[in-house]
């Protein structure tokens, strides 16, 4: 029972609640916040008044949680040996106060009562007020503002009443309940206490970020990315990347957030995770908050300067490397795709989509010189995915370009952080490195080039053969996508390049 003593605050589902609470007040012009001393219900207000500026928060002791007493901070079965078997056959009575010095339903009735008589005389008759109180106390609020107060309650009749209506009435958190008083006069109560997910339109973005993010105004201006997720650059005091996750459960939201707390834990630049909301509450998707680091990306910076090339991908080699230098031991919880069991495994996800690349193979426009090369070298790598001789390692999964980011100086580029680790799994490093060669060429021969040349450095002759495999696997499988994903020009595009890639070596 957190109680008053509340060591935690408010959770971040609470946040969300809030905000989402907010959401649906926002057409409201609030005068004054009134707020009960409890940490939670303070930062809720907090929150509150971003949305709220011109309204007035004052503390008001009455709006209080009931004191639980000495099982304030505990859990019932924590302290149920210590209460008395005396207090125990009384509990459910109105004038029976927790053991240690905890309030009775009785008093708090009474602080409740008095202060909504007081607020009601003092207010201003159309002042609009927002109370934020607790689950006791705000039953207690509406069974005065239906029924009357504490000195009502005359019989033992009554005073069960009052008690089966603070069992009865629950109000959910985030819910809300909106009265309408002329004076004493009840004239309206509506309760709210589900709301739908909100629609992901700019001014939404920009509502929710700034409760989450703590600041008065965002600006949230929309990304173009690959993948299917809608990002947006958080600009404020400090920037941000928001991204609502169309494609990803909750689960392997969690599990990459799991592997950049790693990395960054261990001296790699990795993305910052600021909130991870869950809840489902404001959006029917996760939504990650993060870090937004300036750079450019790698196409763009090597453009500009071609002679930097070759000192940028021994960079990010370097980083690649410590990557698939991390003990498999320490990350094989988390360190797993986002796809079915089955298919998590190193070998069986390989030879399955060797296979589906091979019959599609068969079934387009190759010539018949290219589709006999892609059939030798694609069979060649399942017979060396069969043997299994290679170390399986902690592998990025999607070493793409635009997943490099550099910083672009006059006559520089540096890398700065390699970004999405959406798709890291436990495998062949050869892997990464022949995706991001694949990339390479279809972006820029030159500079692909480049990159084949300190593979050379660092690979034995045998691992030489088993990347050209999987750089033959990259293009074909792009090609593949051409057909799985039709109405997608992108991937039409990038299909058609490594088509054309192919057929010309042949």
């Known amino acids: 029972m957190s109680g008053r003593t509340d060591p935690e605050g408010l ?40 949305y709220f500026p011109d309204a007035v928060i004052k503390t008001a002791k009455w709006l209080t949680e009931l ?19 005396e207090y125990r056959k009384h509990r459910e009575d109105y004038g029976t106060p927790y ?32 109370l934020i ?13 239906i029924y009357g107060g504490f000195e009502k309650l005359t019989t033992d009749k009554k005073k069960k009443k009052f008690m089966q209506y603070l069992h009865d009435v629950k109000l959910p958190n985030g819910g809300f309940v909106t009265v309408t008083c002329n004076g004493k006069i009840l004239q309206t109560l509506d309760e709210v206490s589900h709301v739908e997910p909100v629609q992901e339109r700019k001014g939404n973005i920009e509502f929710y970020a700034k409760g989450l993010l703590d600041v008065d105004a965002v600006e949230g201006i929309r990304k173009v990315t690959a993948s299917n997720h809608a990002v947006y650059y958080i600009r404020n005091s400090g920037d941000h990347l928001l991204k609502i996750l169309h494609t990803e459960d909750s689960k392997s939201v969690k599990r990459h957030v799991a592997v950049y707390q790693y990395l960054r834990e261990h001296g790699r630049s990795a993305p910052n ?20 680091i300036e750079g450019t990306e790698q196409e763009t910076c090597l453009h500009d300067h071609p002679q930097q090339a070759k000192n940028v991908l021994r960079y990010i080699y370097d980083e690649l490397h410590a990557i698939h230098q991390i003990p498999t031991t ?61 170390a399986r390692v902690p592998i990025h999964g999607d070493v793409a370009p635009g997943n490099i980011i550099l910083s672009h100086g006059k006559t520089t580029c540096k890398l700065v952080r390699i970004i999405d680790y959406e798709w890291t799994r436990i495998g062949d490093r050869l892997w990464d490195l022949a995706y991001y060669w694949g990339w390479l060429e279809r972006n820029n021969f ?5 990159w084949r040349a300190i593979l050379n450095e660092h690979l034995s002759k045998k691992e030489q053969k088993a990347l050209e495999w999987f750089r033959v696997l990259f293009h ?3 090609v593949r996508d051409m057909f799985e994903y039709e109405g997608d020009s992108i991937r039409q595009e990038r299909g058609k390049k490594s088509k054309e890639i192919l057929e010309r070596e042949s």
């Open 99 to 130: 053991p240690g010095g905890g309030e009775s339903m009785q008093m708090m009735f009474e602080r409740i009562s008095n202060g909504m008589e007081n607020l009601i005389k003092h207010a201003d008759q159309n002042a609009k007020i927002v």
């Open 446 to 450: 030159s500079v692909a080039l480049v």
């Open 67 to 85: 004191h639980h007493g000495m099982l304030e901070g505990f859990y019932w079965w924590e302290k149920i040996h210590k209460i008395s078997p």
């Open 330 to 390: 320490d990350v094989q919880e988390f360190w797993t795709p986002p796809v079915t069991k089955q298919f998590q495994s190193w070998k069986p996800f390989m030879l399955y989509n060797i296979n589906l690349t091979l019959h599609m193979a068969q079934d387009t426009v190759f010539d018949q010189k290219t589709e006999r090369r892609i059939f030798q070298a694609l069979g060649c790598l399942k017979d060396y995915i069969r043997e299994g001789a290679y």
């Open 273 to 292: 995770i600021v909130f991870h909301d869950s809840t489902h509450e404001f959006y029917k998707n996760d939504v990650l908050i993060q870090d937004y």
């Open 476 to 478: 074909v499988w792009t």
């Open 133 to 145: 109180s607790h689950q006791a106390p705000i039953t207690a609020l509406r069974y005065f503002l």
């Open 11 to 50: 959770t971040e589902k609470g946040k969300i609640q809030v905000i989402r609470t907010s959401y649906e007040l926002r057409k409201e012009q609030i005068d004054q916040i009134l707020v009960s001393p409890v940490t939670r219900a303070k930062e809720t207000a907090l929150i509150f008044h971003h």
